[in-house]
């Protein structure tokens, strides 16, 4: 039988907020069924540090500056070898396109979750533009889409390709 997949979850920090609840949540749901989990942080701050349990100890950059990021970023992938990198959330993209850049083939396969509407009525015209622009991208640098809901799926398809 295989190893379970290792998977590597980035966050900024555990601040209180949607993407960074779902994805506690999921990195304790894994390590319940038994998957390896590296969890890295920017910063290990945050209201919801409290609610992180479990015994895993996250991987924290402690840096300030999102080139300085990336790169402790980067250097934990080389390091850790995830089978999988997850981003959870359109908000954490651009780490995970920046890291597939500089990793290039040595980049392992990176899944992103999309919970927000991509049409982005919320965005003037142009705005609107250069993020369907970005998310095109995105459908070439990532390796797959986690839609949230159903309704998602077509409009994934139509921007990310």
């Not at 998957?35 to 290990?44: E, F, H, I, S, Y």
């Not at 100890?57 to 850790?80: E, F």
């Not at 609107?128 to 998602?152: C, E, K, P, T």
Request: aromatic share 8%; net charge positive.
């Amino acid at each position: 039988m295989a190893d379970p997949p290792h998977i590597l979850l980035f966050l900024k920090s555990f601040a209180t907020g949607g993407v960074e609840r779902t994805a506690l949540r999921m990195v304790h749901e894994w390590r319940a069924m038994g998957l390896p989990v590296t969890l890295w942080l920017a910063q290990d701050s945050g209201t919801m540090r409290g609610e992180f349990r479990g015994g895993l100890m996250p991987v924290v950059a402690h840096k300030d500056g999102m080139l300085a990021r990336i790169s402790h970023l980067s250097r934990t992938i080389r390091d850790v070898r995830p089978d999988v990198i997850y981003c959870a959330g359109n908000t954490y993209a651009i780490y995970a396109a920046a890291v597939r850049v500089r990793l290039g083939r040595q980049c392992p396969p990176i899944a992103i979750k999309i919970s927000n509407d991509l049409e982005r009525h919320d965005m003037n015209a142009g705005v609107r533009w250069g993020y369907h622009r970005w998310m095109g991208l995105q459908g070439r640098l990532f390796d797959h889409f986690v839609a949230m809901s159903d309704a998602l799926r077509p409009e994934i398809e139509r921007y990310a390709g």
